[in-house]
Each structure stands twice: as C-alpha cells, then as structure tokens.
C-alpha cells in the first residue's frame, strides 16, 4: 500500500507451483521453493511488493509429510521475506499418494488422508502466524473421459467424497476450494462444476476457485461442447459477445467463489510433465491473451451491480507451465505484480 496505491486487500500473492507443476518426467527440472520465494520477494513495483504466496505441499517444495519443526523453518523462511502463506494445494492426485475422488472406497480413503494432511499443514501454519487467510485446493483427481463412464454415477462418487473432505476441512478450521478446470473430471465444464458445488452443499465449506486462465476455456466447451457459451471458431473482436457470455458463467459461477487467480490466456490448451493439456497460462504481457485482466477481473471480483463482493481476502498470480527461463528472468514477475497491483487498484479495498 502507498498514496499512489492505496488498496491494501485483497492481498497480493504469487503461487509457488508453478516452480513443481508441469516439470520433471522428461521436461524442464522443478525450481526450488527458495528459489521461487526469492523470485517472489525481489519484485517490486512502485513501492508495493508481494504479499504472500500460495504453496504446493509436495516435494520438492512442502512434502505432505512434514514435520511440526520441519514446517516451523519454513514459516520463519517465509518471515524472513515477509511473505504470508495463503491458499495450500493438497496433493490428491494418484502419482502424488491421493486417489481418485470418484474410485473405490481405497481410492477415495487416499484422496481424503491428503485432504487430511493438507488441512493440517494449513492449521499449523495460521498456529505458527504465517497465514490468517486462504483455503484447501482441491479437484476430483479423474479425467473427464473416465468420467464420462458413468456421469451421472460418478458426479455423485464425487460430490460424496467431497461432502467427506468438508467434514475434515472443518475439524481443522479450514474451507476448501474446488478449482474447475478442464481436465477434472465432473468439474470440466461451468455447468458441472456448478452441479457438483450444489450437489455437494456445503456452500459454508466447500467453494469455488476461479482461474481466469482455465475459466476462459469453460466459455469455448473443451472437453464438454454441450456446454459451451461461444461457438468453436468465435471472432474474439466481437467484444459484446464475449462480455455476454463472461457475464453468464461469472455469474453463475461467482456466488461460489472464495479463491482466485488472475491469469492470461490465448483461449488454447497446454499440458507439460505429467500434466494433463488444460487452459494454457500466458504471461501477463502476451499480445495473443484474449482477456483484459484488469476490467475481467472485476466480473468475478464485483457482484451483478458492480459491489465488491470482498469473498476473497488475497488474489494469486498462476503462470503453471511458463519455462524455467521465463521464471527465472525477474522482469516476468515485475510485470506480473504490475498487473496484480492494477486489479487491486480497480477491484481492492482498505482495511
């Protein structure tokens, strides 16, 4: 916060996975946590600096499995930075230990000891004083082909497990937040993913992340075409058009949401690693994104009369996928806090 930006909230975040995500299994090689705090703090742009960062509890960042003094380095790591912790990814995902949130009941049981885990780690990091804010993310750790065996009985699979995993999230004093992209299975589409929020019920527990760069393919029906609100060769210079149809989904969508992401993209797909192809995250500055973050923004950040909804206590900043020279290079995240400073600026608040 300074006199040329007076917002102090939402909180100003950089996700800390995308050093992990997407890399390794033949690809680039994942970049250290430390790495990425230094990255984070070095930022800076007219006197405002990241407030904080978004973790990945899985090695080699934060293994799931870490101890009580392990976890505590690393809370006055953070400190050392003054950088607070916000949003925590769960690792619930088969390769990382979870299980499929519609499988068997063993499947199911990994999916939840994860959710468990990670709640942990989340209490103990507002114990430690380094997180007063942010949720438990999750996602139904399928495909939507494996899905689409069984829709109807799979989506109930799903919103069970995940009626579990609000019960454990509230036993640690935690929400979690379900992030719709399209590569989860039962959450590939804004039509499902509303239909599993509303099935599941637990709108006090259980919300919605938003990420502008997976939300903008939702518009354009990948991997679920029924459900699409722009048709498959859409003239992204028909601006009304697209309002009309951002307006729908984030409408629809919005009442739910308690975490976001500001992000860019082209309207493709990208997959790197292991990482299944979903919407392709492009750096703040690229000429071929399709979405005026800022102006964007506020259709998830505003209500259907222009209020603040003020849902979400900190933004985050997701670039998944970008190479290891893009994030290695300090002028990507000048110009991505730039952008994020420009939200607060427009959609942010004082406290």
């Known amino acids: 916060m300074t006199d040329a930006h007076p917002n102090n909230f939402p909180k100003l975040?950089?996700?800390?996975?995308?050093?992990?995500?997407?890399?390794g299994d033949g690809g680039e090689p994942p970049i250290d946590l430390d790495t990425m705090l230094d990255l984070t703090a070095g930022a800076e742009v007219d006197g405002v600096k990241f407030d904080g960062v978004d973790l990945f509890l899985y090695e080699p960042h934060i293994?799931?499995?870490i101890s009580d003094d392990d976890l505590k380095r690393w809370a006055e790591k953070f400190q050392s930075r003054n950088l607070a912790v916000g949003t925590v990814v769960a690792p619930i995902w088969p390769p990382t230990g979870g299980g499929s949130a519609m499988g068997d009941a063993a499947e199911r049981e990994?999916?939840?000891t994860q959710v468990r885990k990670g709640c942990r780690i989340a209490q103990?990091?507002?114990e430690l004083g380094v997180r007063t804010y942010g949720n438990v993310r999750i996602d139904s750790a399928c495909s939507p082909a494996d899905w689409a065996q069984d829709p109807e009985g799979?989506?109930?699979?799903?919103?069970?497990?995940?009626?579990?995993a609000c019960t454990i999230a509230e036993d640690h004093g935690e929400r979690l937040a379900a992030e719709g992209e399209i590569c989860w299975g039962g959450m590939h589409s804004w039509k499902k993913m509303l239909q599993l929020l509303e099935m599941v019920d637990r709108p006090q527990t259980l919300g919605f992340q938003a990420d502008m760069a997976h939300t903008l393919l939702y518009l354009l029906g990948y991997n679920a075409p029924e459900d699409?609100?722009?048709?498959e060769n859409f003239d992204w210079s028909d601006r009304e058009r697209f309002d009309a149809a951002y307006k729908q989904l984030t409408d629809a969508l919005r009442p739910w949401t308690i975490d976001f992401h500001v992000a860019q993209n082209d309207a493709t797909v990208h997959g790197s690693g292991s990482h299944d192809k979903t919407g392709r995250h492009c750096l703040a500055t690229d000429p071929n994104g399709k979405l005026d973050i800022v102006r964007h923004a506020g259709f998830w950040l505003r209500d259907e009369n222009g209020e603040l909804t003020k849902a979400c206590r900190h933004l985050c900043w997701d670039g998944c996928m970008f190479p290891n020279a893009v994030m290695m290079d300090p002028q990507t995240w000048q110009d991505i806090l730039r952008v994020m400073v420009a939200v607060r600026d427009a959609h942010g608040w004082q406290e």
């Open 228 to 231: 699409a609100l722009l048709p």
């Open 110 to 112: 990994k999916f939840l």
């Open 154 to 164: 799979n989506t109930k699979k799903i919103a069970e497990t995940f009626r579990e």
């Open 63 to 65: 293994n799931i499995d």
């Open 124 to 126: 103990k990091l507002r």
């Open 13 to 23: 975040h950089n996700a800390a996975w995308p050093g992990v995500v997407g890399k």
